[in-house]
């Protein structure tokens, strides 16, 4: 018997896990269920628990069937980084983000995304998720059938689109850019996702401007229907885990002088890149 229960969160995606014990060793069944539940519902929430980084790690590569290893046989890196207004130099430590997948504009984006509330003070800004396999399933025909077979492109650069106040954008001086369709098949669980996002894709390949924004318009109004989003409010010890190529996800403005939000995060794979791609970040210009 599974060493958990599950409850689903929302009736299209998230599912609750009580029960299961992170420093337990883990028995085929458990791993198997935990796994079928990654690739069905696309976000896995294990509140109040203790998860150590390389716990936090571990448990997000076993679900993409990675465990025991580290990105190219690596170790597990000791380094541990964060999204944290209690911290300058970890990722997004201000502002507000747009929908987005963690480096989408990768080859060979995140598979897996994870976010430990190690300090939470509340109100804590949440969460936003979407669910790109949802959004496919639900996109009326029309829509389907004028999308069918597009390309977009996605950048690491700053797309800077739609409003933009308290936005945090990125700077990079030589964006990493990659092409996908815009019906993308997962990889590993093969389904279709509606995979294109406000805050890194740029345009639709080959079409005019203002037929690509058009295009991208209706896509981003179906995805972001605020019936198809969840908020996940932050409490300490909450470990939420999501297959960042399924869903994308958002957060409201975080002020530096604002209660903690202290989140430790990892990823997997982590992509190779130069010192000159990364990104820098500042609030969008008004
Ligand atoms: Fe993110």
């Not at 993308?184 to 294109?196: D, F, N, Q, S």
Request: glycine fraction near 6%; hydrophobic fraction near 40%.
């Amino acid at each position: 018997m599974a060493r958990f229960e599950a409850r689903d969160i929302t009736p299209a995606f998230g599912a609750d896990i009580t029960g299961f014990d992170p420093k337990a060793p883990l028995d085929d069944e458990t791993r198997a269920q935990l796994q079928h539940l990654f690739d069905t519902r696309g976000v896995l929430r294990f509140r109040d628990i203790d998860l150590t980084h390389t716990e936090q790690v571990t448990i997000g590569r076993m679900l993409i069937r990675k465990e025991g290893l580290a990105d190219e046989g690596d170790p597990i890196p000791e380094d541990k980084f964060y999204v944290s207004n209690r911290k300058m130099d970890s990722a997004a430590p201000f502002g507000r983000l747009q929908f987005h997948a963690d480096t989408m504009w990768a080859d060979r984006p995140f598979e897996v995304l994870s976010l430990y509330g190690a300090e939470i003070e509340l109100p804590s800004a949440p969460t936003t998720f979407v669910s790109g396999v949802n959004a496919w399933k639900t996109l009326p025909d029309d829509l389907r059938l004028k999308i069918e077979g597009l390309e977009v492109l996605h950048t690491a650069g700053a797309v800077r689109r739609g409003n933009l106040d308290d936005v945090l954008v990125s700077d990079v001086i030589d964006p990493p850019t990659t092409v996908s369709k815009l019906a993308k098949v997962h990889p590993r669980t093969g389904e279709t996702i509606l995979y294109a996002c406000e805050q890194m894709t740029k345009e639709v390949v080959g079409l005019p401007h203002e037929e690509s924004e058009a295009i991208l318009t209706e896509v981003f109004a179906h995805l972001y229907a605020p019936a198809r989003q969840w908020n996940q409010e932050w409490h300490e010890r909450d470990f939420v885990v999501w297959d960042n190529i399924a869903m994308q996800h958002a957060r409201n403005n975080v002020a530096v002088e604002g209660p903690t939000r202290h989140l430790r995060k990892a990823a997997s794979p982590m992509p190779k890149l130069r010192p000159d791609q990364l990104p820098k970040f500042s609030k969008a210009a008004a």
